[in-house]
Every structure is written in C-alpha cells, then in structure tokens.
C-alpha cells in the first residue's frame, strides 16, 4: 500500500467521497429517469455508497467497478447488508470490460480527474446505449493558478489534470458528448447534518501517514478554497 | 480501527459533528469537545433537525464536556462537513 490521497481514502474507507456528498448524489439522481428498467454502471465506485442507494432507492440493475481492491472489499461488505444486489467489478475506467452500448447511465463521482481523461470520457461514450447518459461530479479550477501552485495540487491528489469548466466542456465534446450541461454548486457546509455526514470504514490498521495526509488535504483545500470548485456534468450524445 | 487511531480521528475532527456507532448497537450524536486517552466526549446538539431521525443517543458521564464514549467501544464513526475531492 502506498501513501497516496487516493490510498488514504481507501484504508480509511472514506463513503461519499466527492464534493456535496451523498445528499447532492441524490439530488442529481432526481433530475433524471431512472427505474427498475434501466442499467446503472457507477465507475470509480469506492466504499459503494452510491451505487447502494440507485439500487435500493430506483431497483435498477447497478454494476459498481473500481480499481481498488480495498475500495471493492468494503463496497461489496455495504452491499452485503442491503436488500438489493450490486454487481462488482475490478476494472480500470481507462478501459472498461464492457461491450459497447451496454448501459443507461454512468454515474462517476470525482473519479476522472484521477485517470487519463481523454480515454476515460470516450471509454464511456463507448458502453452507453444510445440515449445514455454520463453523470458526472469533478472539481474544476475556478480561476487559473501559477504553474507551481497547479503542480502542487496534482501532485499531492494525484490528478492527471486540472481542468476548468471550458476545459471539461471541450473534452466531453471531443469524446462524443454533444450535449453537455453543467451546474454550478457553491461548497456549503451544515456543520450539523449528520444525515450526511462523511462516514469512515477504516482497515484494521491504519498508518498514522494516513492522518498527515487528511490533515495535508484539509489545508490545501481551504488554502484553495476560491481557486478551487466543483461541477455537475450532464452528458449524452 | 484501534482505540489509537480513533484517539487520533477525534483529536483531528475537535469541534466537529459526530455521529458515532457503539458496539452495543447505539448511536450517538454530538460534537466532539475533549478526547483523551480513554474517552472521547460530545456536547450534544440542541436542534436535531438534521439528525435524521436518529434518536438522541446516550448520556452517560457528564463531565463538563458533554458525555464520554470510550473509544474501545466505537463500531463506527460518520463526521459532518467533511469534504474530499
Ligand atoms: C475520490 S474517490 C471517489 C469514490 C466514490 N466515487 C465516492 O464518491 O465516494 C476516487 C475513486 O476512483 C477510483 N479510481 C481512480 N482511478 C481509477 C481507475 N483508473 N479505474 C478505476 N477506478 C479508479 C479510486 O480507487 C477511488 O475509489
């Protein structure tokens, strides 16, 4: 296991680990036709808070994949207690072990950013039937930042880019999304609401590295936080 | 996770919401004001509109810093307004 932001959230289980959380999950989910005859692939699936939820709250067909073997064996343990079945799977978004037009939606919360996203965004294109949809949360840059203060940033998420909405826009666009349209959420915090509070699924044993980089993650993103947003992404062909 | 490794989480997370699972199957509610080596304490939240239908937990030890959990009895630990990219 190595020390990466991207190994923290997995060893401490982080659930919900994407900007607005569960609760703003839901909300997009609202806004679109989902039911029990639709297939759901949620990439990059993590502790599988998501896909648990679309298969409980709509009874559709979800597969979850993520890359993380410890992400997956948490994911599958939450999935284990509902009611619902989850499929998982250990695959790499970059290229994804579907078929073509093999899916309604794809849902992917804070994930591209953390993979090549040119191959990702036409990998989607790919397995979505025609009329899918790609729902997508990313972080954006709200305001261009010195080279420095960009590599810094990346280095430590382990980003392969930092992308401003245009930025977004135009990938999406080149990887066959047509239509794209983007909201614009502002970052509220309630400090109260447990309802959607972030849980933690922490490993038996958990470096103490760990904790320096929750800490580390804590300042840049309030060291940053008006360079640095987030947006929806509602794409189809 | 340890008794450490919650010690640390709580000692990171002061001032925060917290909603922590017990191993006797209770949920408690507050706002994490003191851990020590053995406990970790919560100021319970007055208003409980966002609790989410949670019941209001358990009060025990009431030292000035709300009521004590030991952390050798946590099964499980959710903290609001936590944010990741
Ligand atoms: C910031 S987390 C978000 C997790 C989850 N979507 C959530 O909101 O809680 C990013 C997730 O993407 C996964 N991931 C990163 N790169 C990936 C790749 N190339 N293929 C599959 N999964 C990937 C990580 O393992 C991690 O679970």
Known sequence: ?237 | MSVEHYHKLCNQYMGRAVRIRTHDGRVHHGIIRHVDRRRVYLEPIRSNRNLGGFGYGYYGYGYGFGFGIALGAIAGIALASLFFW
């Open chain 1, 1 to 237: 296991m190595g020390h990466t932001y991207l190994d923290c959230l997995a060893v401490l289980g982080i659930g919900g680990a994407h900007p607005g959380g569960l609760k703003l999950t839901k909300e997009i989910l609202s806004g679109e036709a989902l039911d029990q005859s639709k297939s759901v692939l949620e990439i990059g699936c993590g502790t599988g808070q998501t896909s648990a939820y679309i298969a409980e709250h709509y009874g559709c067909h979800v597969v979850a994949l993520d890359n993380s073997n410890i992400m997956l064996d948490k994911a599958k343990q939450r999935f284990a207690t509902i009611n619902s079945a989850v499929e998982t799977i250990h695959g790499n978004v970059e290229r994804l072990p579907f078929a073509d037009d093999s899916f309604d939606f794809i849902l992917s919360e804070s994930v591209l950013s953390f993979t090549d996203i040119a191959l990702s965004i036409s990998e989607c294109q790919r397995l979505l039937k025609q009329g899918g949809k790609l729902l997508m949360i990313e972080i954006v840059h709200e305001q261009p930042l010195s080279e420095k203060e960009e590599m810094k940033i990346k280095d430590f998420y382990g980003f392969s880019q930092l992308l401003s909405e245009n930025g977004w826009v135009r990938l999406l666009r080149q990887g066959g999304f047509e239509q794209v349209s983007v909201e614009k959420h502002a970052i509220i915090f309630d400090e109260h609401d447990l309802k959607h509070a972030t849980e933690f699924s922490p490993s038996e044993n958990v470096s103490h590295e760990y904790f320096n980089i929750l800490k580390e993650h804590e300042y840049l993103s309030n060291f940053y936080k008006d360079n640095l947003g987030y947006r929806i992404f509602r794409c189809s062909s």
